[in-house]
């Protein structure tokens, strides 16, 4: 009876004992509702650290083998490269990745987890459906749009993934003179936020702006306001290179840490 009831004290232990550290710069609670529902299936706990790319970076590297965090997840593709070309991930892999997750969207080192698109926002009121026909992105640098785009500023990383992905299809020297004439397009100096920009369209100081799609979303939800939900109204989005390779997806995704205490509990709650 009485090793009945260690054999049961010491699985019980075990069972509250597993747990996974996630390092984390999204801050969305329906994430936390998935970590509930994996903890309520598994008995794995799953303890967040929630922060900025760079700063979380920083203590991974810095904490280097003592560090416990076992997934780093990220939400651009080009910080998951950073930390990839950094040596922080381990290599990973799981049937499940392969087929669920489209090559295009992982490494051996990360998997993407959550896509969205950066493109076009326009007002119905200064530009027709017509004149925006067959746009791809890489027409943005043409004279007709002169002083007519918003963007943000270059250090974004969402304009530098997008960047990357037209060197990557057009080569470096296309884009070298392409981002010249791109600029002269800009109907200000870039400022603000994605929002920032879909409201100057609105305005109408610029004809297009550059956005990822949920910011239009949050928006015309309400949730910033009456001023951004008229304004987002006024706009519309536009999905660019429809007849070609398609609109930039972009990745929030997320890897294994090189020296990641729970491993196995990780890739499960990744799975
Ligand atoms: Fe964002």
């Known amino acids: 009876m009485r090793w009945i009831f260690l054999i049961l ?56 083998k003592d560090c416990i965090g076992d997934i780093f997840f990220l939400a651009d593709v080009g910080r998951l490269i950073s930390a990839e070309k950094k040596n922080i991930f381990q290599k990973i892999s799981s049937s499940i990745f392969e087929s669920e997750v489209p090559s295009s969207f992982r490494s051996e080192y990360w998997i993407g987890i959550a896509k969205r698109a950066r493109i076009i926002f326009y007002s119905p009121s200064k530009i027709s459906k017509n004149e925006l026909k067959d746009l791809n992105y890489e027409n943005l640098s043409e004279p ?31 884009m070298k003179k392409w981002l010249k004439d791109f600029v002269n397009n800009f109907s200000r100096k870039p400022q603000g ?6 409201l ?19 928006m015309l939800s309400g949730k910033k306001g009456k001023e951004q939900q008229l304004a987002a109204q006024k706009v ?36």
Request: proline share 2%; hydrophobic share 35%; no cysteine.
């Open 9 to 64: 004290l010491f699985s019980f232990s075990k069972l509250f004992a597993e747990e996974v550290n996630l390092f984390t710069t999204r801050h969305y609670e329906s994430d936390i509702k998935i970590y509930k529902k994996f903890t309520k299936k598994t008995g794995i706990k799953v303890n967040v650290v929630a922060g900025k790319s760079k700063s979380l970076e920083k203590r991974i590297l810095e904490e280097g």
């Open 144 to 174: 007709r749009w002169k002083g007519q785009i918003a963007i943000r500023q270059a250090n974004n990383v969402y304009n530098q993934s997008l960047i990357a992905s037209l060197i990557e299809k057009n080569g470096l020297d296309y």
């Open 193 to 198: 936020n994605d929002r920032a920009q879909i």
């Open 200 to 218: 100057s369209v609105a305005s109408g100081e610029s004809k297009l702006a550059i956005a990822n799609t949920y910011y239009y979303a949050l």
């Open 236 to 271: 519309k989005p536009f999905f660019p290179n429809q007849n070609n390779r398609g609109v930039h997806m972009n990745i929030s995704g997320v890897g294994v840490l090189k020296y990641s205490p729970n491993k196995e509990n990780a890739i499960k709650l990744i799975e």
